[in-house]
């Protein structure tokens, strides 16, 4: 099975092509222009310098956010588009969850992290499954860091996520020496990892052509909330 997987959940732009038993291509970038202008055209050139076509894809997979509301659509757009065109099965995986899957050997709870601006995180917690996986053991959520302490109480956790690049020092502050924090090359979403996910998905039968990939937001936009302020000042 050929898999194409992608994540546009952060800045980080993430594409992997790969199958059960290894990585074909993988690429990391972190866009200064918007998924949209590249995305496609990355996916045309991995295709082709792996001496593939579009029609080698058994199936697609995406990260489904929580994370950058346009970055979202852009990537569940296009990988929607590609699997119906084709009418080939797709799967969307939590980004949050793909991001505690690249640490499978810890036994420590783990908490990535995705910046959501506003001095907030979109987070969840997550338990090791005892089998090389974890297990998502909280709602996804948006909050201020210093918020997870009521949460994690005094719990040895790993920190992970580009939130970090904003948050760690508070972090440090507030939980001490149960702070742990994984290396920064884990902190984003990763296509292999989503791609990994879906594999082992479509292989179990838990994934079909009609499963709908719908964006994981958390919280509304600021277009949704300008929309519903407008509506609340109607007479």
């Not at 200064?32 to 082709?48: F, G, N």
């Not at 009418?87 to 783990?110: C, E, H, Q, Y």
Request: with cysteine; charged share 25%; net charge neutral.
């Amino acid at each position: 099975m050929l898999i194409l997987a992608v994540d546009t959940a952060t800045p980080w732009e993430t594409i992997a092509i790969l199958e059960e038993d290894g990585i074909r291509s993988e690429c990391l970038v972190k866009a200064d222009t918007s998924h949209s202008t590249r995305l496609l055209a990355t996916v045309e050139h991995m295709l082709r310098e792996c001496g593939l076509s579009p029609e080698d894809v058994d199936a697609y997979a995406v990260g489904l956010g929580p994370g950058s509301f346009t970055g979202l659509r852009i990537g569940v757009a296009s990988i929607r588009g590609m699997a119906m065109a084709r009418r080939k099965p797709a799967k969307g995986i939590p980004s949050l969850d793909a991001m505690a899957w690249a640490l499978p050997f810890t036994s420590l709870p783990v908490c990535p992290m995705i910046d959501a601006r506003r001095g907030e995180v979109f987070t969840a917690i997550y338990r090791p499954g005892g089998q090389g996986d974890m297990v998502r053991s909280s709602p996804f959520q948006v909050m201020a860091p210093a918020d997870l302490l009521s949460i994690l109480g005094d719990e040895t956790v790993v920190f992970t996520g580009d939130g970090l690049l904003t948050h760690r020092d508070g972090i440090q502050r507030i939980f001490g020496r149960r702070a742990q924090f994984a290396p920064a090359e884990t902190w984003h979403p990763r296509a292999s990892v989503i791609g990994r996910m879906a594999i082992d998905l479509l292989k179990t039968g838990k994934a079909e052509a009609s499963d709908p990939l719908v964006p994981i937001y958390v919280r509304p936009s600021d277009a949704e909330k300008n929309r519903y302020q407008g509506l609340e000042k109607r007479p």
